[in-house]
Structures are given as structure tokens and as C-alpha cells.
């Protein structure tokens, strides 16, 4: 039986390239010590599905001694969800949180009303040059969940569900896709995906959500005859049936989406709303940094410095 029954088998190039609703080219930043590529948000295009952040960070190679420190910073109406392909680093968080997370786990911590959190390179990595690679990315909380109480989960490798038919070979992180569904708690229409293909290997997107994206992170697929190499998320036309060609050295996808929210949201730093008076409230509380007293407090092992609202 097919992975995927709904989607009948199909040539890609029957696929129109109007089906690309949007073609976004990420944009590079460098954080000191390695590049960050953002693909969302975009000039034209804020979320697809509820994610509404989407950073490729690294490839990156560090020497003996150096890594990553991203010191405490707050969040506000978002889930944060990170995947590695590459490296490991130390999540600690204001809810007691200590985990470090290597390549196929997910971390997913919502923030809810609000969480503090930091994210490290390990004493033990640090003793030997080592990389990172991976992508971060948030979810806007739908305006019903978006005060929820803060939360964080961990889910190892071996706990997400994996397909591998025919060179697909696809580990799903959030959300429900092809019969399966990922162990972690989300709180609206949710899919995403790290997918593997095989030389000229076919992959059919899910035809149950409204929005669909794929971002190509290694190699390049093939739509309607028209080649996509790395570093390029397409966001397809809702309602159409989808499959993509993997090029001739194969290719890393993650396919990603869900349902479109019920509004836009405001985005401002580390802040998501759907109110511009709950950005003004939160930000307000991180410059008066009186941990403990309020919606922000610092993780109870990394209280030395934090960031300072821009």
C-alpha cells in the first residue's frame, strides 16, 4: 500500500509552476561565528500554515574552545522547535529545563505567555573542533493558546515516526502527515517534515492541509521543468495536488505547514502576538527585569547575563 493513497502516482512536470504560490530566497545573516539563512518571515510572505519563523542556521565549523552562545532571551505567543542535522547544544530554560539536543530530536518549547531560554555549546563539545547544523523555526499559538501556561517537551530520535519507501526516506517532527503523527503536543493544524530523497526519487506533498511549503536544504528538486537548488522554500497554491522530483545528487527537504491562522500576527524581536498591547506588555517587562516577579524569569542555571531588550 502506498505511504501516501491519496495522491495518485504522477509526473512532476504535470505539475503547473503557478502552483508556486510564493518562491522565497532566505536571506543571510551572520550571528558572529556562523551564518544564519531566514527564510520566513518574507517581504511577501509572513507564515505558511502556523510557522512563522524559519532559520537555516549553519553549516558552521568551530575550533577547540569556541560555539554557540545564545544568551537568555524571552518569547512571547510562539512555540520554538529546534532540529539538527549536525552538532548538539544546551537548552536551558525559566521552567528548570536543562537538555541537550542532538541531530533527529526535536525540542519544542511553547512560550506561551511568556519563557525565558538559552542555548550553548557544551563544555565537552568545546574541547574539540566540532559543526552545527540545523533549523530553528517558531510557530505562531493560535490567539486561543497564545496566554497558555509556558511548556517544554523533548522527544528523542527514535520517538518520531519514520516512512522510507521507494528513496524516500521522510522522519516527521510536528504535526500529523500520511497516517502518521508526531508525539509532540501542538495546538492547531500542524505538518512538518525532514525528508530524504534519492536521486530522481518522487515525493508527493500531503494533500490534507491548507498550506504547504518545502524548503530544499541539500541538493535540488525538479517542478513543471523548473530545477530548485538549495537554499529556496517554495509555498505551494492550497487545494492542488503536489509532487516533486529529487535532482540527479538526490535531496534534503523539509516540508512544512498546516492551517493558515485565524489573523496575521504582529512579530517584533523574540515576540509574536495577535495584540500590539501584549508586545508593548512583554516588552516593558524585560526592560524592568525583575525576574521572578512577572511573566519572565531567567533559567535557574544560566542567570549571569541575559540580552537586553534592542
Known sequence: MS???ALEPGCPNAVGIDAIE????????????????????????????????FDQAGPAEFITGKGVDVRPHPHIGLATVTYLYRGEF????SLGT?????PGAVNWM??????THSERTTPETRRAPHS?????????????????????????KAALPKIEDGGVSLRLILGHAYGERAPANVFSDTFYADVTLAPGTRFPLPDDHEDRGLYVVEGSISIAGQDFEAGRMMVFRPGDRITVAAGPSGARLMALGGATLSGPRYIWWNFVSSSREKIEAAKEEWRRGAWGEGRFDLPPDDRAEFIPLP
Open 132 to 156: 552545527l547544523y540545523g533549523i530553528q523555526t517558531w510557530v505562531a499559538l493560535p490567539e486561543s493558546h497564545e496566554d497558555t501556561a509556558p511548556s517544554f517537551e523533548h522527544h528523542g
Open 22 to 53: 510564493t518562491l522565497i530566497v532566505p536571506r543571510a545573516h551572520d550571528l558572529g561565528g556562523f551564518e544564519v539563512r531566514r527564510a520566513l518571515p518574507a517581504p511577501k510572505r509572513q507564515m505558511v500554515g502556523p510557522f512563522i519563523f
Open 98 to 102: 536543562n537538555q541537550t539536543i542532538l
Open 90 to 93: 544546551q537548552h536551558r530554560d
Open 3 to 5: 505511504w501516501n493513497p
Open 110 to 115: 511553547v512560550a506561551g505567555r511568556g519563557v
